[in-house]
């Protein structure tokens, strides 16, 4: 079975830093693009990195330069340090395994970034 569990997640003040880690389970990881999503309080689910098979990133503008994706392949597992943080940032962040026609998805853990 496919699983995608997400830790790291709380509260942290404007500025500090969070690094999320997703341990993947029941697929060939290597051969999968990776990402981070995120969904904040009345708004859509949005891209936040991504990195490929071949570890090209991607990046939505409103955090490049604060947030670094990373993959391991051995450990199966996908990482994201997010520095810098802002309350806007305030979201639940999921996990996410894309190839072809699969696409798995995490459970979500919330980061909350509040004074």
Known sequence: QVQLVESGGGLVQPGGSLRLSCVASGFVFRFYAMGWYRRAPGAQRELVARISNGGSTYYVESVKGRFSISRDNVKKTVDLQMNTLKPEDT???????VLGANDYWGQGTQVTVSS
């Open 91 to 97: 979201a639940v962040y999921y996990c996410n395994g």
